[in-house]
């Protein structure tokens, strides 16, 4: 398994990710059940958006993982950047 961060870049329509935000956390919270998701949240400061820490077998597989995502399917994300993560220390590098 590969650990990949992932940026979410947020839209503008604050109003709709509210709406849709019980949802994607519920999906979120699924995918942390599920050992893939290792950790989340949203920046607190800067452009709005989130880091998602994630385990897939390759990026294919997480991309296709990430359009599972309520703001995904909502269109809420104005950019998604994956990056692979060696992690070399710390809690999840004993869990990779």
Do not use: I, K, N
Request: aromatic share 8%; charged share 25%; net charge negative.
């Amino acid at each position: 398994m590969t650990t990949f961060a992932v940026r979410y870049t947020y839209d503008e329509r604050a109003d709709v990710r509210d709406t849709v935000r019980p949802e994607h956390r519920a999906w979120l919270a699924q995918q942390a059940e599920a050992g893939v998701l290792l950790g989340s949240g949203p920046f607190v400061d800067g452009d709005p958006g989130a880091l998602l820490v994630l385990r897939a077998d390759d990026e294919p597989a997480l991309r296709a993982l990430l359009t599972q995502d309520p703001f995904a399917r909502e269109g809420l994300l104005a950019a998604v950047d994956v990056r692979a993560w060696d992690v070399v220390l710390g809690p999840w590098a004993a869990s990779v």
